[in-house]
């Protein structure tokens, strides 16, 4: 055999060798092993922001422990059951979210997301699982005054920092002075406080509020959900925990399980009243 015949066939060899070891470093972060680590650990990890009731919010039990329901926590739980490992859930700030998910402190994230792009830069996300219209919340001696986005032009309207409803205050009120915070019912506070005259928020948010707080009432203008709607923040490259994760979504609209969920957590919402 020739020398140059020899350098060849061992280019070659080292060539495929290294290829091996890049396609081995590659893989330990693909999907089977993020879905193999939450099953060996026997827990799904996942974050939410407990303050957007009916989604997820915090109860007392009957045992005046603190608890976060709502019908995420729902999905969350039919996920698990599904996947055969426990549930944990770890309560954050919304905007938080999506680099929990990304750097995997967390492993899906429950939380009334919308996929929009800029999202979907950081995180993949499972089908839609519930759309959604959204609302602006006013006080009740303002429900003729701001009626629609147009008639608050000017003014300080509240969303949550991070939400798909920062945008839409943005996009839909002209000239808004956005006023961002990372947990809704600071910005209840602040629109009852007169610190700001408007909140947007989903109309199910919205609604549960108004029950809460008899001074509040929803503007009659309604926006719906042009992204597509709530699905789950998986990361990156998790091919077969999205696979599972929309099975497990598919199984409950089949079964109808969603409006069920809804039912229930308005109904512990109205409890805590």
Same mark, same amino acid.
């Given at each position: ?16 060798? $290294? ?61 698990? #059951?599904? +996947? ?36 979907? #830069? ?13 609302? $602006? ?17 000017? %003014? ?22 956005? %006023? +961002? +915070? ?25 609604? $549960? ?43 409950? #609209? ?5 409006? #069920? ?13």
């Amino acid at each position: 055999m020739k020398k140059g015949m020899i350098k060849k066939i061992l280019a070659v060899t080292i060539v495929g060798v $290294m290829g091996l070891g890049l396609v081995s470093c590659g893989g330990k972060k693909d999907a089977k092993d993020k879905l193999s680590e939450i099953k060996e650990k026997g827990k799904l990890v996942v974050g939410l922001s407990a303050d957007y009731a009916p989604y997820e919010f915090h109860i007392l039990d009957e045992n005046g422990q603190d608890k976060i329901v709502g019908f995420d926590v729902d999905i969350a739980n039919e996920i698990a #059951k599904d +996947l055969g490992v426990e549930l944990e859930l770890q309560d954050m700030n919304f905007e938080n979210l999506v680099a929990g998910v990304s750097s995997g402190k967390i492993d899906l994230a429950i939380s009334g997301m919308t996929p929009d792009e800029e999202r979907k #830069k950081s995180i993949d996300f499972s089908d839609i699982y519930y759309t959604a219209e959204h609302g $602006m919340l006013v006080r009740v001696a303002d429900k003729d005054k701001y009626k629609t986005f147009e008639d608050l032009k000017g %003014q300080k309207v509240g969303a949550q920092m991070g939400a798909i409803q920062a945008e839409i205050a943005e996009e839909k009120v002209p000239e808004a002075n956005l %006023q +961002l +915070l990372s947990n809704v019912n600071d910005l209840v506070l602040a629109l009852k406080g007169g610190k700001i005259e408007a909140l947007v928020v989903e109309l199910p948010v919205a609604q $549960m509020i108004v029950k809460n707080n008899p001074e509040l009432t929803i503007g009659e203008e309604k926006v719906k959900d042009t992204e597509g709607g709530s699905a789950v923040g998986i990361q990156k490259n998790q091919e077969a925990l999205l696979e599972k994760v929309n099975a497990t979504i598919n199984r409950i #609209k089949e079964e109808k399980l969603l409006d #069920k969920f809804i039912i229930e957590a308005n109904e512990l919402a109205e409890k805590q009243k």
